[in-house]
Antibody, heavy 119, light 112 residues
Framework: QVRLVQSGPEVKNPGASVKVSCKASGSTFTDYYVHWVRQAPGQGLEWMGWINAHGDGTHSVQKFQGRVTMTRDTSINTAYMELSRLRSDDTAIYYC????????????WGQGTLVSVSS | QSALTQPASVSGSPGQSITISCTGTSSDVGHYNYVSWYQQHPGKAPKLLIYDVTNRPSGVSNRFSGSKSGTTASLTISGLQAEDEADYYCSSYSSSTTQRYVFGTGTKVIVL
């Protein structure tokens, strides 16, 4: 089964961008879509979008369109999520999570990356 | 696309059974058998408990079971244990073209 390790915590100013990485090991990375889910402090899970198995297609929730860019480099088994024009309400833990092709459940999850946005 | 509706909290004594509901619409829970459930302990990433309404991944205790009726899915925890105290989230695939997946609002399980 795939194992996911995310990049470390980030502190950003409002208006800046952040890029979170998610490195996979242990299984064939191109068998999986990579989804991004975030969780604001004390709040629930919020699905943001996905990038497909080969990195040539993405889908994101309308509220993030224009601000989020999801990419992946299959040569190094790593996926990326970049969020631009950060606001204070983007402060959250960002999780990458895989979904095997032709399934509809999230498993496994990365450990999460805390992104703090504050001036 | 709104979040699926879950009760804020459910409590029970050790050994009891509890059920958490997850109410959606005819565009998600009511239309697809793609409901999954996740357990999240404080400071940890969520963990898959149930997928495709009723299926348990290997390694997940058989004390956890899932079901669905109409637009409401349910997670039942039988033989409640102290370690089951955590947050639980449901999720469903959706026919919405603007948001293909949606999570529930989350339920805090309290073991008395």
């Amino acid at each position: 089964q795939v194992r996911l390790v995310q990049s470390g915590p980030e502190v950003k100013n409002p208006g800046a961008s952040v890029k979170v990485s998610c490195k996979a090991s242990g299984s064939t990375f191109t068998d999986y879509y990579v989804h991004w889910v975030r969780q604001a402090p004390g709040q629930g899970l919020e699905w943001m979008g996905w990038i497909n198995a080969h990195g040539d297609g993405t889908h994101s929730v309308q509220k993030f369109q224009g601000r989020v860019t999801m990419t992946r480099d299959t040569s190094i088994n790593t996926a990326y999520m970049e969020l631009s024009r950060l606001r204070s309400d983007d402060t959250a833990i960002y999780y990458c999570v895989t979904m095997k092709t032709a399934t509809s459940y999230f498993d496994p999850w990365g450990q999460g990356t805390l992104v703090s946005v504050s001036s | 696309q709104s979040a699926l509706t879950q009760p804020a909290s459910v409590s029970g004594s050790p050994g009891q059974s509890i059920t958490i509901s997850c109410t959606g619409t005819s565009s998600d829970v009511g239309h697809y058998n793609y409901v999954s459930w996740y357990q999240q302990h404080p400071g940890k990433a969520p963990k898959l408990l149930i997928y495709d309404v009723t299926n348990r991944p290997s390694g997940v205790s058989n004390r956890f079971s899932g079901s669905k009726s109409g637009t409401t899915a349910s997670l039942t925890i039988s033989g409640l244990q102290a370690e089951d105290e955590a947050d639980y989230y449901c999720s469903s695939y959706s026919s919405s073209t603007t948001q293909r997946y949606v999570f529930g609002t989350g339920t805090k399980v309290i073991v008395l």
